[in-house]
Nanobody, 116 residues
Framework: QVQFVESGGGLVQPGGSLKLSCTGP????????MGWYRQVPGNERYFLAS????????FIRESVRDRFNISRDNAKNTVYLQMDRSKSEDTAIYFC?????????WGQGTQVTVSS
């Protein structure tokens, strides 16, 4: 089954940092603009950031723009989400997919918990 695979989540204290990673099959990854999303159980998936396939254009949602950054390394088929100055409301499961999230390759996500 083809999926994106997210990693790097965990427990972080408020104000701390995490760097999430997402990998996918080369033939799929390199064709796509990529995005990061998060979901709190019971709520809809929420778009956070996107990056063009060539990596030079990115968009980060205003609500996290001062704390999150997206990047990618096409040689490694990997897209990253750098989370800084974490807040309790960042607690969620984080997913990657193409932007705007139209493929069926959603993975299991990686859990991020912000707590002291």
């Amino acid at each position: 089954q083809v999926q994106f695979v997210e990693s790097g989540g965990g427990l972080v204290q408020p104000g701390g940092s995490l760097k999430l990673s997402c990998t996918g099959p080369e033939n799929i990854f390199k064709r796509f603009d990529m995005g990061w999303y998060r979901q709190v159980p019971g709520n809809e998936r929420y778009f956070l950031a996107s990056i063009a396939w060539h990596g030079t254009t990115k968009f980060i949602r205003e609500s996290v723009r001062d704390r999150f950054n997206i990047s990618r390394d096409n040689a490694k088929n990997t897209v990253y989400l750098q989370m800084d100055r974490s807040k309790s409301e960042d607690t969620a499961i984080y997913f990657c997919n193409n932007y705007p999230g139209t493929t069926d390759y959603w993975g299991q996500g990686t859990q991020v918990t912000v707590s002291s």
